[in-house]
């Protein structure tokens, strides 16, 4: 966990919250206090930034990469998109990791249904697949 949460940071540019078990859960092996992953939250120009480079740099870099989901809002308004490893990000050494992970990304805002979310995001630059 400690090498994800180097990661992150550099990923991000602001430390991670290690997010730690509440119940121990025998059958994927984890004890309650175990640190179960990491945890960012981005405002202002960091979150700008996160997302000029997630947009262009990132996202391009996704093998067969087509766009991104239009069926992936929650009916208010915010958008989630998982990744399933953290090396598309150009900060991420492949030398030094251990294994790759993956990520969920969340996209919180201020729009009260899909349509206005999906405007904004478009008008942002978010590369939507055309269904």
């Known amino acids: 966990v400690e090498t994800s949460f180097n990661t992150f940071f550099e990923i991000t540019g602001q430390k991670p919250i290690k997010k730690i078990a509440k119940k121990a ?3 994927f092996k984890l004890r309650e206090g175990n640190i179960v992953g990491v945890m960012v939250t981005l405002r202002k120009k960091k ?3 996160f997302l000029s ?5 990132s996202l391009p870099r996704i093998r067969d990469f087509r766009g991104i989901s239009s069926k992936s809002f929650d009916s208010r308004g915010n958008y989630n ?3 399933k490893e953290d090396l598309v990000f150009p900060e991420v050494v492949y030398d ?3 294994k790759s992970r993956g990520l969920n990304i969340s996209i919180v805002t201020t729009a009260n249904n ?3 979310a999906y405007k904004l995001m478009d008008l942002m630059g ?3 697949r055309k269904n």
């Open 53 to 57: 480079k997630f947009i262009n740099i």
């Open 126 to 128: 978010f590369p939507f």
């Open 81 to 83: 998109i998982g990744l």
């Open 114 to 116: 899909d349509k206005d």
């Open 96 to 98: 030094n990791l251990d």
């Open 25 to 27: 859960i025998s059958n």
């Open 47 to 49: 979150m700008y930034d």
